[in-house]
C-alpha cells in the first residue's frame, strides 16, 4: 500500500498548509463507524481474497448534499449519480497525483486496456471488470454502489499480501431531501496469517486525510 501511504502524506502536508481552510472545505464529510457486520464482510470477494479472515483497517466516509444542488441529468436515470460519483473519483483532481505516479511506472503494453486518461476516467459507466490504472477493478455494481477491488495490479487475481475492498455508494433520499455518499475502505493481509492491522494508527489518520479529499472531488463533479 506504498501509494496509498504515499499519497495520503501529500493530503496531510496539505492540512498542515492550511489547517482552517481543509477543515472548512471538508466539513461536511465525515467518518462514521463501520458495523462489524457490514455486509462488505459477508461478500464472496472478501471471503476468498482474505482467506485467514485477517484483522481490517476499515472506515466509512459520508457526506449528505441537497437534491436540488445534484445536476438534475443525474437523477433521472437510476445507477446515473453513482457512475458520475464514481467518475469523480477516478477523474477527478484528487485522484490527479496517483493516476499520474502510476502511469509513470505501469502504463504499458500490457495495461493499455485499463482506464488511464482522465477523459475515460470521466465518462466511464464502469461496469464489472473495469480495470482502472492499473490497481483497482470494478467487482461489483448496483444501481447504487460500486465496489473494487484495490491493493495490487489487477493482474494478480490470487490471494495478495496486501489487499482490499473500496466502495462508492450514491443513495437518493427522496423523504429527506437528500443524495447520501459513501467512500467505504476495507485493507486487508490475504496472503498467511496477520499478526496485528495492516495499518498503523498514523496511516490510517493520513488514509482518512485522502479520502477526504476523494469525497469534495468527488462531488464536486455531481453538483451544480
Known amino acids: 500500500m506504498g501509494v496509498i501511504k504515499s499519497l495520503s502524506k501529500v493530503a ?11 477543515a472548512l472545505w471538508t466539513r ?20 476468498r481474497n482474505n482467506p485467514e479472515r485477517n484483522p481490517t483497517t476499515s472506515d466509512l466516509c459520508v457526506r449528505k448534499v441537497p437534491l436540488s444542488q445534484i445536476k438534475a441529468e443525474y437523477l ?68 447504487e454502489s460500486i465496489i473494487v477491488r484495490c491493493g495490487d ?3 494478480k487475481m490470487e490471494v495478495r499480501s496486501s489487499d482490499g ?3 462508492m455508494r450514491a443513495e437518493i433520499k427522496q423523504e429527506e431531501g437528500v443524495a447520501e455518499f459513501q467512500l467505504k475502505s476495507c485493507f486487508y493481509q490475504g496472503l498467511g496469517k496477520a499478526t496485528g492491522q495492516p495499518m498503523p494508527p498514523h496511516i490510517e489518520f493520513l488514509h482518512r486525510q485522502y479520502t477526504k479529499l476523494w469525497m469534495e472531488t468527488a462531488i464536486s463533479n455531481v453538483t451544480r
Do not use: M
Not at 12 to 22: E, K, L, M, R
Not at 95 to 105: G, N, T
Not at 118 to 126: G, H, N
Open 165 to 167: 475492498l473500496f466502495e
Open 76 to 143: 433521472e436515470k437510476e445507477g446515473k449519480l453513482v457512475e458520475k460519483f464514481c467518475a469523480g473519483v477516478w477523474g477527478g483532481l484528487g485522484y490527479a497525483y496517483q493516476r499520474q505516479y502510476l502511469e509513470k511506472k505501469y502504463r504499458d503494453a500490457d495495461t493499455e486496456s485499463q482506464l488511464w486518461d482522465t477523459k475515460a476516467l470521466q465518462e466511464s459507466e464502469y461496469p464489472i471488470g473495469t480495470q482502472i490504472t492499473d490497481h483497482f477493478e470494478v467487482l461489483s455494481k448496483t444501481p
Open 28 to 47: 461536511k464529510s465525515n467518518f462514521v463507524p463501520l458495523s462489524p457486520n457490514d455486509y462488505i464482510y459477508n461478500t464472496t470477494f472478501f471471503a
Open 12 to 22: 496531510a502536508y496539505g492540512t498542515v498548509a492550511g489547517v482552517g481552510g481543509w
Open 153 to 155: 495490479s489487477p493482474r
